[in-house]
């Protein structure tokens, strides 16, 4: 299920966001921090606290101390960990973590990275990789986060393209889907050009709620009318997105900060006017308590 930020937010972590590789865009920035939700306040999007347990010399099961370079793992897709009961039907998203035990120790293959590697840094220093990674040629179910500490560089050096295979855990972080790596992630000697699923606006919409799990940490593509372009304002009072729809009436989806894109500017001013149609290139999210795109482009259409 979808990433709770905002109980992420409650744990009060002050976050420096810090991009591992560059991603162009043709959005207004309203700020040098890049990354998702990087504005000041209380919304301020807390760094993964992951817990590790793995020696970087010989990695172990940060549960059982086992060496996990014994461990073959058991071969699953990205769309049977998405749709397992765990992910699906999160027991409690009040949990940080909660360890999904049927899936642990699992591997995945052949999978290509979608994003640049994203960096975020807590209150007490610790650093915290993510990355996205999701099944060649993209479509539903295709889409999943990894997560690493930053000191055990596991992720670090990925960028989009790279096919990859990891053995990790699964994971749910307040109900969102997550991988943790439990050795080194192999990059494969191919590359491949990530595909953006074409997503119709209304079909993240409120209305077809069914249907969010489906494309969470999938890269989608959307267009739709810029309906508001300071909504969602958040507990620092600031706006943190803008609201799409199929009309300048529709705020059917929202459209939050991403890889060094800004709905808004540092001081709360627009960055998109109302009526505008974008085409936004992003990751569905879950983010302060709401379903947003986290995008790694947005282009003016018209």
């Known amino acids: 299920m979808a990433r709770n930020f905002a109980q992420r937010g409650g744990m009060a972590l002050a976050i420096t966001a810090i991009l591992s590789a560059g991603c162009a865009s043709t959005g207004g920035t309203g700020g040098t921090a890049p990354g998702p939700d990087t504005s000041a306040g209380a919304d301020a999007t807390a760094g993964k606290d992951t817990a590790a347990g793995a020696d970087t010399d010989k990695p172990k099961d940060s549960s059982t101390g086992t060496d996990v370079q014994s461990q073959a793992g058991a071969i699953k897709t990205i769309s049977e960990i998405q749709q397992n009961p765990d ?144 909504a969602d304002i958040g507990k620092d009072g600031k706006p943190h997105a803008v609201a799409l729809g199929k009309t300048d009436a529709d705020k059917t989806v929202l459209v939050g900060a991403g890889y060094g894109i800004f709905p808004q500017s540092k001081d709360g001013k627009a960055n998109y006017t109302k009526g505008q149609k974008l085409q936004v290139t992003g990751f569905w999210d879950f983010t302060f308590g709401k379903f947003k795109i986290t995008p790694l482009k947005i282009t003016v259409v018209q």
């Not at 949990?95 to 999978?111: E, M, R, W």
């Not at 991988?179 to 990530?194: H, S």
């Open 87 to 230: 992910s699906v039907t999160c027991a409690d998203p009040n949990k940080a973590f909660v360890n999904s035990l049927t899936l642990k120790g699992i591997t995945i293959s052949q999978a290509v990275v979608t994003s640049p590697v994203w960096t975020t840094k807590s209150s007490a220093g610790k650093e915290t990789e993510t990355v996205y990674i999701q099944t060649k040629g993209g479509g539903a179910w295709s889409g999943v986060m990894l997560t690493s500490d930053k000191a055990e560089g596991r992720l670090t050096g990925l960028k989009p393209g790279d096919v990859v295979t990891v053995l990790g855990d699964v994971k749910e972080y307040y109900c969102f889907t997550e991988v943790e790596p439990k050795i080194t992630v192999t990059v494969e000697a191919a590359t491949e050009l990530p595909v953006a699923a074409t997503v119709d606006v209304d079909e993240l919409g409120a209305a077809k709620a069914a249907t969010h799990e489906q494309w969470e940490g999938v890269l989608v593509q959307v267009e739709g009318i810029v309906s508001d372009p300071l």
